[in-house]
T-cell receptor, first 113, second 114 residues
Framework: AQKITQTQPGMFVQEKEAVTLDCTYD???????LFWYKQPSSGEMIFLIY??????QNATEGRYSLNFQKARKSANLVISASQLGDSAMYFC??????????FGQGTELSVKP | GAVVSQHPSRVICKSGTSVKIECRSL??????MFWYRQFPKQSLMLMAT?????????EQGVEKDKFLINHASLTLSTLTVTSAHPEDSSFYIC??????????FGQGTRLTVV
């Protein structure tokens, strides 16, 4: 069975600093996709970044980068130069068979001014 | 990017009534859509997979007679919460995949049953 684990229920970071949100996964599939989503208090799910299992380079999207360590089955999200607007819930997810997403428990990030 | 629109964003209904939530893919055809449920401070849990032109596939523990899903066209899936009760109060959100890449989510619906 596929599983996503986020072990940090809450994280604090100072504005303008970088922060790493942890995500580990478990799957027996050779081909898989990993996602990170941001969910502000409004509830919408905002796509941040995607990493395919066969991608040789770590994915980057602006201030977001994904530290993909396949052997360790980890896909940590790094947010550089944190902004107050980054305060939100962050979910790591894996695409399972049929296209559905399996989500981790989420990490609530708070950015301090 | 692709857009998924969900309506309504908020709904309050009386216990015992039914509520219909719509999920539309605005600029692409979605043969498959997904319905998730989220309780406060918790993760998204998949309820069912909605397949265009066929019956939905429900996850274990989800009552298919209570949560009716209809996917009548390639751009519309609906979730109807029948005979709603206060414990059905939750955040419901749909998603659709485009070309097997990222999943696009609707805005979500906050259901409150009083």
């Amino acid at each position: 069975a596929q599983k996503i684990t986020q072990t940090q229920p809450g994280m604090f970071v100072q504005e303008k600093e970088a922060v790493t949100l942890d995500c580990t996964y478990d799957t027996s599939d050779q081909s898989y996709g990993l996602f990170w989503y941001k969910q502000p208090s409004s509830g919408e799910m905002i796509f941040l970044i995607y990493q395919g299992s066969y991608d040789e380079q770590n994915a980057t999207e602006g201030r977001y980068s994904l530290n993909f360590q396949k052997a360790r089955k980890s896909a940590n999200l790094v947010i550089s130069a944190s902004q107050l607007g980054d305060s939100a819930m962050y979910f790591c997810a894996m695409r399972a068979k049929g296209g559905k997403l399996i989500f981790g428990q989420g990490t609530e990030l708070s950015v301090k001014p | 990017g692709a857009v998924v629109s969900q309506h309504p964003s908020r709904v309050i209904c009386k216990s015992g009534t039914s509520v219909k939530i719509e999920c539309r893919s605005l600029d692409f055809q979605a043969t498959t859509m997904f319905w998730y449920r989220q309780f406060p401070k918790q993760s998204l849990m998949l309820m069912a997979t909605s397949n265009e032109g066929s019956k939905a596939t429900y996850e274990q523990g989800v009552e298919k007679d209570k949560f009716l899903i209809n996917h009548a066209s390639l751009t519309l899936s609906t979730l109807t919460v029948t005979s709603a009760h206060p414990e059905d109060s939750s955040f419901y959100i749909c998603s659709a995949s485009f070309q097997n890449t990222e999943a696009f989510f609707g805005q979500g619906t906050r259901l409150t049953v009083v």
